[in-house]
């Protein structure tokens, strides 16, 4: 539970829980805490992974010239007396050239799985159809949109339609515990799509925007208990209420696997951004790199310097990250991949909350 409430100010400004409403009540408490949770929410997901990446490596600068400045130590000998720093040099040098072959090994890798016979695409092509097909049938509401947005707005308002009739109907069942649980059902899925839509509002068309407006929608909490109402008060319930929890039930899972396979499309997209980046980055890295090493054999560095920081200090410190800037590019967009698979890791009916029956 704790890691849902994290995801939801991570993602949204919207109140989703009781402490962000007590946060509205308090303005002083909301100001002082929203700029933490903007700057979470811009690390790990929302932000621009290059300029994330520009920002760490101006960090990690200003922390070295920091420690180098405060904890003295004669980098003067150290470049002309030792091998340390040509070493670690030579390290990092040799480990970018290894580690964007890896890379790029790996993502070839992946893209050959796409190399499959035309029956095969055919085949995908099909089964697309037909998942839209499924959808038009249930919703008959015209045909469904090819593009991500209008195609969740569609889903989006096919449950909220379903939903909506099963609160409405007219020969609806009589039992008063069974018409409790089906209301509150529907404010439920009525709430957390009203969060969904306001996240589509407040961003960008992107595929990254909304993919993560829906991590924490609870689809495999509503489907189990859109069947457990089912099963529980299948004696209570009209036809119509059983005709509606259907229907919601096929809507509910042809979102949660349509969300799953946009997924997949956003994982793949990240990854091809990360090649060309690191391909763009690494050759002027590693020709840079390649420079530090002759002058410091050669002994020839820049005298210009900033006041108070010694020249060797800060021209070792700048070539240091920038040898370390293919490392740095790659961390940043693992780190939104591994928090966009940590909370999509729901692709069945049953969830990882202990506090989910």
């Not at 379903?162 to 039992?175: C, K, M, N, Q, V």
């Not at 993919?211 to 119509?240: M, Q």
């Amino acid at each position: 539970m704790i890691e849902r409430i994290i995801l939801m100010f991570v993602i949204s400004n919207q109140p989703s829980d009781p402490d962000e409403t007590e946060a509205e009540e308090n303005p002083s408490e909301a100001t002082s805490r929203s700029p933490v949770i903007w700057l979470v929410r811009w690390v790990l997901l929302t932000g621009d992974r290059r300029v994330l990446a520009l920002f760490t490596e101006i960090v990690i600068l200003l922390t070295l010239l920091t420690v180098g400045t405060v904890w003295e130590f004669e980098m003067e000998r150290l470049v002309t007396e030792t091998r340390a720093v040509q070493t670690l040099f030579n390290t990092l040098l040799g480990g970018i050239i290894l580690f964007v072959s890896v890379v790029l090994s790996i993502n070839t890798a992946a893209l050959a799985q796409e190399f499959a016979p035309l029956q095969v695409k055919l085949a995908r092509i099909e089964d697309s159809i037909e998942f839209q097909i499924e959808l038009e049938e249930l919703v008959d509401d015209g045909i469904s949109p090819a593009g991500l947005q209008p195609f969740l707005q569609y889903v989006i308002r096919a449950i909220r339609s379903e939903a909506e009739s099963i609160r409405t109907i007219d020969d609806s069942t009589t039992d008063e515990r069974a018409r409790t649980d089906l209301l509150a059902l529907v404010d439920d899925i009525d709430t957390r799509l009203s969060l969904i839509e306001d996240r589509i509002r407040q961003t960008e068309p992107r595929i990254s925007i909304l993919l993560l407006s829906t991590l924490d929608y609870p689809y495999a909490r509503h489907i189990n208990v859109t069947r457990r109402l089912k099963a529980t008060h299948k004696d209570a319930l009209t036809e119509s209420d059983q005709d509606s929890l259907a229907a919601l039930l096929r809507i509910l899972t042809i979102l949660a696997s349509g969300r799953e396979y946009f997924t997949t499309l956003y994982f793949k997209r990240e990854l091809r951004n990360l090649s060309s980046a690191l391909l763009v980055l690494s050759l002027p890295v590693i020709v840079f790199t390649s420079y530090v090493l002759l002058a410091m054999d050669t002994g020839l560095f820049p005298q210009t310097t900033i006041p108070g920081i010694r020249s060797r200090l800060l021209y070792v410190n700048v070539a240091f990250v920038i040898a370390l800037s293919p490392y740095v590019l790659l961390s940043s967009y693992m780190l939104r991949i591994l928090t966009v698979s940590k909370h999509s890791l729901e692709s069945t009916v049953f969830t990882l909350d202990s506090d989910v029956d």
